[in-house]
């Protein structure tokens, strides 16, 4: 077992994609057996992944669910920040330009739109439960945004760790509900076209969230939601600390 184990912790990023692999493939005959395909086997692949990540954490008492066995451990790279954005980028390539022509102004918008909105949202929650100075308010609400824009303005404006800290909460809490929620109201919604992609990952914009959320419904879609969710951090990221801040400043005064 100590053999085995040892070349286990050797191989870690190959040991990881093969875990991932087994989960992909007893998720897919979930769907098929359970669902009838109704529920496509990502969707449930998410839902197991988060299912098992709790219980790594708790049984080792760890902070990083799997990955804190130390035969597992490949699974923190693979999860990592650097393989995630490396795996975002690479959408890029499936885009279709003339798709993205059709988008046009919408696509824009709905960007603004959903920045703006998310960030109104945090922030009102933020106030109801005490949070009431602008930098706490705007920290939480970008963080409702993104959990990567939360962060960045946090610690631009100044606000405290605890703040964001949840500000990552937040968008993570988001990211989840937009990964699982996905394939469930999109033909509710009419998503089902690179253009409706489009608008949705412009209006979320949790980029995780909206590719996997789309990679369940439909795996061609995932280039252009995605596209449009990195647009969104972005804009986030410029509006979150300085122009969103200042304006919820002169509102609640400081």
């Known amino acids: 077992m100590e053999r085995v184990t040892a070349v286990f912790e050797a191989n870690g990023l190959v040991v990881a994609f093969a875990v991932v692999g087994a989960l992909m493939l007893v998720s897919a005959w979930l769907s098929k057996r359970l669902t009838r395909g109704r529920l496509q086997g990502s969707a449930i692949a998410i839902l197991l992944g988060l299912v098992l990540a709790y219980w790594g954490g708790s049984v080792s008492g760890g902070e990083h669910g799997l990955s804190d066995f130390a035969a597992l451990s490949g699974l923190g790279l693979m999860g990592g920040a650097m393989l995630r954005d490396f795996a975002i980028v690479s959408t890029a390539y499936g885009v279709d330009l003339r798709e993205i022509k059709r988008a ?151």
Request: glycine share 18%.
């Open 104 to 254: 046009g102004l919408m696509g824009g918008l709905s960007i603004l739109l959903g920045v703006l909105v998310s960030f109104v949202v945090g922030a009102v929650v933020a106030s109801l439960f005490g949070y009431t100075d602008a930098a706490s308010m705007a920290t939480i609400g970008a963080g409702a945004a993104t959990y990567i824009v939360g962060p960045v303005t946090g610690t631009a404006v100044g606000a405290s760790s605890d703040v964001i800290a949840l500000s990552v909460a937040a968008g993570l809490v988001k990211s989840v509900v937009v990964m699982i929620g996905t394939p469930l109201v999109a033909p509710l919604i009419g998503l089902n076209n690179p253009k409706s992609a489009m608008a949705f990952g412009g209006l979320l914009g949790t980029t995780s969230g909206v590719a996997g959320g789309l990679a369940a419904t439909d795996k061609r879609l995932v280039p252009y939601g995605a596209m449009t969710a990195t647009f969104y951090t972005g804009v986030g990221c410029l509006l979150g600390p300085s122009l969103l801040y200042v304006t919820l400043g002169a509102i609640v005064g400081g």
